[in-house]
């Protein structure tokens, strides 16, 4: 039972095999559909420079500090995000109720993972499309006709979110030295250069669009913004860094006491954000160059790109490229998203691969609602009499309870548990540092993240 091990000592269940693999797995986990998937569109959505600045302003100074909290938590704890936050209740002579934050994380990660697969999914099929040079100078319409096509089919849907998770579940099967950290020390800086590629492409193709692209996404128009755009970037902040899912709970567990739980933060925030913004410049000048929707949702990416691949020198090799890097990316995320519910069932004594396939298993079947919110359930909208939810499918009711309720509830319980309840002698020995860098981080964790999550909570109750 949990409480035989928290009387034991707390030893972490395995390692990384250093600190810079633990980055890139971190990096892994935060980098994924959220950055070149997500964000571009609900940037279009939300009208871009004024969101996208509201978001940057989220990621540095709520996301970076709750971030670095969630590594803390998971180090010292050194357990699942549940028995850990049991364990480090007990050591504040705290209630052990806490381990509920545990529980809503590790339910968090596995909502998520269940319609991320789906997502990701979409991304295979296109691999082959771009391989074979089905976007060669083909009409916008045509490419959206792809798109819709696939939607349209949950066969094939089924097909691609089961091969997806059969992935995750391949690598998280094996471990974190043998599968995780294989994965991402070759992927990562992949993608890296793809999105490189596309951006000076785009540069090069139509300097008018591009810039058109750069002052859509940075210059801010902030009649535009509403309490609930403000509430999206703030969720968004949280879903792109894997903050409240228990991924970096479980992966600051296995890591080595002597590393800097700071400079590890600031990294993998810089990195995400960086990715997150070269998707906005890979993929805004083509809306603009060929007159589409920059609002048009979620089917962003799957429709601008391949018109861009459609057209320049070379275009089958690097779409094939991207659509590669993009499940590869939503891969590192995946596999992060089975990690917390997987220690904590290795802890409750199930083998790994047992562990891991139940988990994924739960969750496929779970993502066969989403597969049918996308065609055959498309009308049904199960919270349509509540006005907010009005339209919402059983899909966008997930990405709205995990994005924009549970991750922000469980970073605000994070930060008031590492800024009020944790002793100050506890983090300063954890992070390592009691200078001013740590004072900012203290001070920023016990008012400004708990205000600024609470205030756009209650500003979105009415
Ligand atoms: N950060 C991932 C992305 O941006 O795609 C998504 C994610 C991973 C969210 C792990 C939550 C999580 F626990």
Redesign the pocket.
Known sequence: MADAAIGAVRQPHQTWSNWPTFILAVAG???????I??FPYITGENGGGAFVIVYLACIAIIGLPILTAEIMLGRRGRMSPVNSMIALARDANRSRYWGLLGVM?ML??FL?LSF?SVIAGWAIPYVGQALVGSFADATPDEIGGIFGGLLASPWQLLLWHTVFMALTVGVSGIGVKAGIERAVTILMPSLFIILAVLIIYNMMADASSFDKAVKFMFNPDFSKLTSEAILTAIGHA???????????FAYGSYLDSKASIGVTSVAIAGI?TLVALMAGLAIFPIVFANGLEAGSGPGLVFVTLPIAFGQMPGGQIIGTLFFVMLVF??WT??I??LE?IVEWLQERGLSRGKASATVAGSAWLLGLTTVLSLNLWKGFHPLGFIERFEGKTLFDLYDYLTANIM?PLGALLMAVFAGWIMTRASTEEELATSGPIYRVWYFLIRYVAPIGIGAIFIANLG
């Open positions: 986990s935060a980098v994924g559909l959220g950055n998937w997500k994380m968090a990660a998520i991320y949280f879903f792109t860094l894997s903050i409240a899912g228990g991924a970096v995400d990316a939503a995320s995946s992060s998203m917390a991750l």
